[in-house]
Nanobody
Framework: QVQLVESGGGLVQAGGSLRLSCVVS????????MGWFRQAPGKERDFVGT????????DYADSVKGRFTVSRDHAKNTVYLQMNSLKPEDTAVYYC?????????????????WGQGTQVTVSS
C-alpha cells in the first residue's frame, strides 16, 4: 500500500514563498514519477508540475514556470514543491500524486496514488 502525505501549506502574502512536502510510504517511491496538482474552489484539479523517477526530468504548467520547482529526495522518500513569487491566483488545495512508471505526465488520470491535499492561501 502506497500512501502520500502532504504538508507545508499555509497563508502567505503575495510575493512570498512556501515549500510543500509529500512523504511517500512504501519501497516503490524510487521507481515512481511524481506530480503536483492543485484545485481552486469551484474549479477542476489542474496540473502544476511533475518529476521523473530520478529527478533528471521535470515539467511545469505555464502558469508556474520559473516560479515553482519540483524536486525529490530518495533518502527521505519525499517530493517537494518550492513555490516562489506567489500570487493570489495560486490559492488552492495542492495535491501530491504518484504513478508507477519512470515517465512524467501532465494528465491527472494517469496518476494512481494521491495525497489528501494541503491548503495554500495567498493574500494580496
Amino acid at each position: 500500500q502506497v500512501q502520500l502525505v502532504e504538508s507545508g501549506g499555509g497563508l502567505v502574502q503575495a510575493g512570498g514563498s512556501l515549500r510543500l512536502s509529500c512523504v511517500v510510504s512504501g519501497r516503490t517511491f524510487s521507481t515512481h514519477a511524481m506530480g503536483w496538482f492543485r484545485q481552486a474552489p469551484g474549479k477542476e484539479r489542474d496540473f502544476v508540475g511533475t518529476i521523473n523517477w530520478n529527478g533528471a526530468i521535470t515539467d511545469y504548467a505555464d502558469s508556474v514556470k520559473g516560479r515553482f520547482t519540483v524536486s525529490r529526495d530518495h533518502a527521505k522518500n519525499t517530493v517537494y514543491l518550492q513555490m516562489n513569487s506567489l500570487k493570489p491566483e495560486d490559492t488552492a488545495v495542492y495535491y501530491c500524486a504518484g504513478r508507477p512508471t519512470h515517465i512524467i505526465s501532465r494528465f491527472l488520470h494517469e496518476y494512481y496514488y494521491w495525497g489528501q491535499g494541503t491548503q495554500v492561501t495567498v493574500s494580496s
